[in-house]
């Protein structure tokens, strides 16, 4: 499977952007679906995943209630909205796909959109 993020840029804190993640190749629904980011300096870390059928969604502790991941199977598409941004939100956002399910580690995944720079300012 080929992914292709879109949807980063600058955001003042308390902003909201929506992410992107279009899949062409395999079955998109045989692919559980993830985002992670990396922030420079940082390693790569687990942001959302959403299920290969939309019903489980789980989400690191620091974007809970902010962000929300969800899927299209029709579309071929993953999203990320991500609400009440704050500066340490800012980072390259990646997305995964994996034929099992996507846990916190980046190690694990099969295959890796290209990212997109999200900048929050303060």
């Known amino acids: 499977v080929q992914l292709q993020a879109s949807g980063g840029g600058l955001v003042q804190a308390g902003g909201s952007l929506r992410l992107s993640c279009a899949a062409s190749?395999?079955?998109?629904?045989?692919?559980?679906m993830g985002w992670f980011r990396q922030a420079p300096g940082q390693e790569r870390k687990f942001v959302a995943a959403?299920?290969?059928?939309?019903?489980?969604?789980s989400y690191a502790d620091s974007v809970k209630g902010r962000f929300t991941i969800s899927r299209d199977n029709a579309k071929n598409t993953v999203n990320l909205q991500m609400n009440s941004l704050k500066p340490e939100d800012t980072a390259v956002y990646y997305c995964?796909?994996?034929?099992?399910?996507?846990?916190?580690?980046?190690?694990?995944?099969?295959?890796w959109g290209q990212g997109t720079q999200v900048t929050v300012s303060s």
């Open positions: 995964a796909a994996n034929m099992q399910r996507v846990g916190a580690s980046p190690y694990e995944i099969d295959h």
């Open positions: 190749g395999r079955t998109f629904s045989s692919y559980y």
């Open positions: 959403v299920s290969w059928g939309g019903g489980s969604k």
